[in-house]
């Protein structure tokens, strides 16, 4: 049908994919057996790209809190909290995130996506400006298609490129709203946060940061890079997420900024949708819970991807450029990390492809997130099964092909930099955990 | 600074013209024919990634800045053009 003709070169993208293999769109689990393990095509599989970050889906405690909530408030809330009212859950969660932050106030949306719409999409209003990070996620960039402001990118984590765009604006009348993220979700870089709130501070902008992949991860307590990096009282708006290491659904703006309930009555993303079931609500109450107290998840979670990332440097992959809970290795060859990602699959390993322009540069990523419940052998065994399916592919060299005897030569060093590298690496993911 | 801008018809030696293919050059193919009609999008064989980055490389190079929906209404050469001085303008 005529409609559908403007998908044509994505419906022949996504056909070519079935044509080689799986194609990431269509996987259809068996079971889910666990938070590190499924079975996928009748095989037994580990999962290695879910943003499962504490391995909290499968929790004791947050299951039965679920099943409670269930047979006592039922299976939804049928509609918004504005034309529905709100339950118990609601308002104790919205008070529980405020507390765990140190914030004042705190707004629960139905999804993380919908936490940055409707957050973004109302903050900043007709006469303002938004400006957002060049690899910003797609939440982000509807986000902008939502507001009546107008946007400015500014290069990736670049605070210079940020003061130039500001210092155009000064004599401009408006609120500046700077979005960054925390942890950039495809390479797993982290924002220079310090340097972002010099600059919003030298140009009295506001900063709001999703902490959706660092919830639960950095920081003593979890609360993420603006805990680790010891400047949450510098920061006026946090969005997250309850969909990675919270283990279930929905999403939250939180703020020290006085009058932020108003936003409740201007956030259409929060007024026509249903509000999140009660049973959600339970589970999320429950594993946010844990949060502050998972030191030894966190640890184990940060020695994980220390294991993962030194292992698939020192075989010779191009990553990301630091380790972090997602791990991403950067090809050029569409091909070849199509053949990486499928040999992966039928070998039993689960992770992310990620293709253009959903990634920077116009990398093909193999995308891997880590699990503080993965155990060291299940690493070691990713490990090993990237470096065979890569080296068969050609994307990192092969010790025993021919040159050997030069290969053999370089090893001794090879390995005295990746060890180096390595240690460097893990002094700054244990600072982290 | 409206007064930089060459005569209608004479696009070709306009300061902004000049700029911008010259920043263009590296983002776009190498066999790219580039004139005020050539459509950014389809004509260069650039991307939304490599179209983002040139225009970074032209807000330095101009030292201004160029909002998401001016970009968006842009479609050849000769509109950006238009869309740079109305900016310089102010407007």
């Given at each position: 049908m005529a409609i559908f003709d403007k998908f044509k070169a994505l419906n022949d993208v996504?056909?070519?994919?079935?044509?080689?293999g799986q194609s990431p769109s269509s996987l259809l689990f068996d079971e889910i057996?666990?938070?590190t393990e499924a079975v996928l095509n009748g095989r037994r599989t580990i999962l290695l790209g879910t943003n499962n970050y504490l391995g909290l889906t499968f929790d004791d405690a947050s299951i039965e809190k679920g099943i409670e909530a269930l047979r006592g408030q039922g299976t939804g809330t049928t509609g918004s909290r504005i034309a529905n009212g709100s339950y118990d859950g609601h308002k104790e969660l919205e008070r529980e995130l405020a507390e765990f932050y140190g914030m004042k106030d705190a707004i629960l949306y139905s999804t993380g996506y919908m936490a940055n719409l409707g957050a973004i999409g109302t903050l900043a209003g007709r006469d303002d400006y938004l400006l957002i990070d060049a690899d910003s996620h797609a939440s982000i960039h509807d986000a902008c298609k939502l507001s009546d402001a107008q946007v400015i990118r500014f290069r990736h984590n670049d605070p210079v490129n940020l003061a130039k765009k500001l210092e155009r604006l000064a004599d401009k009348p408006g609120e500046k709203l700077i979005v960054i993220e925390s942890i950039y979700s495809m390479l797993g870089d982290t924002s220079p946060l310090?340097?972002?709130i010099a600059v919003k501070n030298k140009y009295g902008a506001s900063l709001l940061i999703d902490e959706a992949h660092s919830l639960g991860v950095m920081g003593a307590n979890g609360r993420g890079l603006c805990e680790l990096a010891g400047v949450e009282d510098?920061?006026?708006f946090v969005t997250g997420t309850f969909s990675k290491s919270i283990g279930t659904i929905g999403g939250f703006l939180i703020s020290n900024v006085p009058g932020l309930d108003i936003v409740r009555l201007a956030s259409r993303p929060y007024m026509f949708t249903?509000?999140?079931?009660p049973s959600v609500v339970a589970t999320a109450r429950q594993a946010l819970s844990r949060v502050p107290g998972a030191t030894e998840l966190r640890t184990k979670l940060w020695d994980n991807a220390t294991q993962l990332y030194a292992g698939l440097k020192n075989a010779g992959f191009d990553l990301g450029p630091q380790v972090s809970p997602i791990v991403a290795i950067r090809m050029q060859n569409p091909q070849k990390a199509v053949a990486l990602w499928n040999g992966l699959l039928e070998a039993g390993l689960y992770t992310n492809l990620a293709l253009p322009p959903a990634t920077p540069s116009g990398w093909f990523l193999l995308r891997s997130s880590i699990s503080a419940a993965h155990s060291s052998q299940q690493i070691a065994l990713a490990v090993e099964l990237c470096t065979r399916i890569g080296r068969e592919l050609g994307l990192i060299p092969c010790p025993l092909t021919q040159g050997a005897s030069v290969e053999m030569m370089n090893v001794g060093t090879r390995r005295k930099e990746a060890s180096e590298d390595t240690s460097i690496d893990k002094d700054e993911a244990m600072a982290q955990a | 600074m409206a007064d930089?801008?060459?005569?209608a018809g004479n696009m070709l030696e306009?300061?902004?013209y000049l700029e911008i293919v010259q920043q263009l050059r590296p983002h776009a193919q190498a066999t790219a024919n580039i004139s005020p009609d050539t459509i950014i999008l389809t004509d260069l064989g650039m991307d939304s990634l490599a179209i983002?980055?040139?225009v970074f490389d032209l807000e330095d190079a101009l030292d201004l800045t160029i909002p998401e929906h001016r970009i968006s209404e842009v479609k050849s050469i000769s509109d950006l053009v238009d869309a740079v001085y109305k900016l310089q303008e102010g407007a």
């Open positions: 996504h056909e070519q994919l079935k044509s080689v057996i666990s938070p310090k340097e972002m510098e920061i006026e249903a509000s999140l079931p | 930089k801008r060459s005569s306009d300061p902004v983002m980055d040139f």
